[in-house]
């Protein structure tokens, strides 16, 4: 009996609508909530750190973390993603600033929320297992690298007025700079990471980030510390969300120059989110809906932008941080969100004493904690050309460009991958005798069948595609002597395409001018079904024909001698 298939439409039912569905209780409200505001805690320092990574400033952080944060929640596939500002498209984002303003950030945004949104009704959120694991870890490696470099001049308080956007003369300039450190500011820096790693290892649950924001403010004001603060940095910030509005001065230009940039953070937003998602199903033994959440995480970046935010993904960390506090429905992630404004609105006043040397050890860890050296170890004992994509994304990340270590990696990825595949397909040649494929026979009893005189007989074992769509061309220039009749056994064939379907007509082609009938046996059903549709099976008759199984092709070949 066969099961009835889903509409398309629940694909993108949020997860939302499922736990309210189920019956939502007073206890489970009150665990939500609890997660919601342990996550909260933990969030608020983060989405100002990030925020000041990206270029912008700290309540761009808090303004994306709000919005991009309850959308994600509400509108996601996921029961316990929790969404903000992404660590993961800092570079990308400080990249935009630089070159186009803050305004060229939101209309990227803009661009990239769509770009989530079509790719969700498209269905490619399954996809994310398409993308080759070295080129993902080579470049949130790079990325890791990246964000460290920036946090130097905050870490070691460098005079600076300016530090250089290129990988290579930003840390030549750091470089030049050293004789400026700030000895205070180090020492605030790194007992910042110390209290962080320290809290971490001991006691986990406490929230380490939010503590070393407190401590280390009330250290800089009690003892008149002369570290950086961000009122110092930035001026008093807004206790307030702006209200939403579309960006000026949209035009086909300025969206054309800024695509490239909007693909790149749609990318690392999608894979971020997907893995968070994948990861945290993996711990609470759920499933979330992959294309819902694409877009879920593409409406709430729009309206990210609109408000004013930044890009914003799913946080693995945070995500996780929600599960062990105790969060099950999405209602924690909005609670989360409604915890953060509530804190904008009246304790942002006292953000401006949080020093930057705190916010930047923050990063630091965030950075470390990105790299995922275990992911790393592990690949340099997969086979070589694995860890060099690797190697190759994670070099054109700081060195070149993120998008271009997007591209190469993948098509890099791709081109060893079908080299491999290349060498793991066959073309096995029966002379005289040949086992017969009848499938009325056992496997370990089929008889020796002998092929007529003017016969031959090959057999293709894996894909036939564009990698070796060369060697069935190649065929015929080994032949000594020419045959009468070509038997090509397909049974082991399972896939066809475009290229190899062209390969099999040049083959006949090239038969045919040798007088040499050809017979397909054996050919499964989606094969079949690409060269019925490219008009190959239609075609049969004077040169060459189908035959269902082995036996009867070599019937058939018979009646042609």
Known sequence: MTQKKSPWWKLYIPKLVTVLQEGYSLQLFRADALAGLTVAIVAIPLAMALGIASGATPEKGLITAIVAGFLISALGGSRIQIGGPSGAGVVVIFSVIATHGYDGLILTTLMAGAMLVFAGFARLGAWIKFIPQPVITGLIAGIAVIIFSSQIRDLFGLQMIEVPKDFFEKWAALWAARDTIDPTTAILSFGSLLFIVLFRKYAPSVPAFLLVVVVGSLIAFWFHLPVATIKSAFGVLPNKIPMP?????????????????????????????????????????????????????????????????????????????????????????????????????????????????????????????????????????????????????????????????????????????????????????????????????????????????????????????????????????????????????????????????????????????????????????????????????????????????????????????
């Open 245 to 561: 509005h579309i960006p000026d001065g949209i035009t086909f230009d300025r969206v054309r120059e800024l695509f490239p940039s909007a693909f790149t953070i749609a990318f690392l937003v999608g894979v971020e989110s997907l893995l968070s998602a994948v990861v945290s199903d993996g711990i609470i033994d759920r499933r979330h809906r992959s294309n819902c959440e694409l877009v879920g995480q593409g409406v709430a970046n729009m309206a990210s932008a609109l408000f004013g935010g930044m890009p914003a993904a799913g946080a693995m960390s945070r995500t996780v941080t929600n599960i062990r506090s105790g969060g099950r429905t999405p209602i924690a992630g909005m609670m989360h969100a409604v915890f953060i404004l509530i804190a904008m609105l009246f304790l942002l006043p006292l953000a401006g004493y949080i020093p930057l040397a705190s916010l930047a050890a923050i990063l630091v860890v965030v950075a470390w904690n990105m790299s995922d050296q275990e992911k790393i170890k592990h690949l340099f004992s997969a086979p070589p050309s694995e860890w060099m994509v690797m190697l190759l994304t994670f070099f054109l990340a700081i060195s070149v460009d993120i998008t271009v270590a997007i591209e190469v990696g993948v098509v890099f990825a791709s081109i060893l991958f079908m080299h491999n595949m290349s060498k793991v397909v066959e073309v096995e040649s029966h002379h005289r005798y040949v086992q017969s494929d009848r499938p009325d026979r056992k496997e370990n009893a089929r008889p020796h069948i002998e092929l007529p005189v003017g016969v031959e007989s090959y057999a293709f074992r894996g894909p036939l595609f564009f990698g070796v769509a060369t060697q069935l061309i190649d065929l015929l220039e080994h032949l000594n002597p020419i045959p009468k009749v070509i038997i090509l056994n397909m049974q082991m064939v399972p896939l066809i395409d475009a290229s190899g379907e062209a390969a099999l007509r040049t083959f006949i082609k090239n038969c045919g001018k040798r007088n040499i009938f050809v017979i397909f046996s054996s050919v499964q059903h989606n094969p079949m079904k690409i060269l019925d549709h490219m008009g190959v099976v239609e075609g049969a008759g004077d040169k060459y024909i189908f035959a269902d199984s082995f036996d009867e092709a070599v019937e058939k070949s018979r009646a042609k001698l």
